[in-house]
């Protein structure tokens, strides 16, 4: 689903314009990711959370160069889904 489809979609079940409805959703989109790069966990209940997870530095090897090398830590953003989507996706898989 577009960002398009999803705020005519928010805009007919809200019943309000398609310019408040975009609103609503850039809203919640620059609230969400102020929050994680705040390193805040974000909970959407009933949907999941959203946040951010130190990776370690690791070794590497680049058969290009033939070295290894040494990948530095970094922040990655994880996803996880609430107990009620994933009932709802196990149904939905075991239908198809």
Do not use: W
Not at 17 to 29: K, Y
Not at 46 to 70: C, T, V
Request: proline share 4%; charged share 30%; aromatic share 6%.
């Amino acid at each position: 689903m577009t960002t398009t489809e999803l705020t005519k979609t928010l805009s007919q079940r809200m019943q309000v314009s398609q310019r408040e409805a975009r609103e609503l959703l850039r809203l919640l989109c620059d609230t969400i990711t102020r929050s994680l790069t705040h390193k805040e966990t974000v909970i959407v209940r009933g949907f999941g959370s959203f946040g951010i997870r130190r990776r370690a530095a690791r070794k590497s090897y680049n058969p290009a160069a033939r070295r290894h090398m040494l990948l530095p830590p970094k922040d990655v953003l994880f996803f996880r889904p609430a107990e009620r989507l994933k009932q709802l996706m196990a149904k939905r898989s075991k239908r198809s």
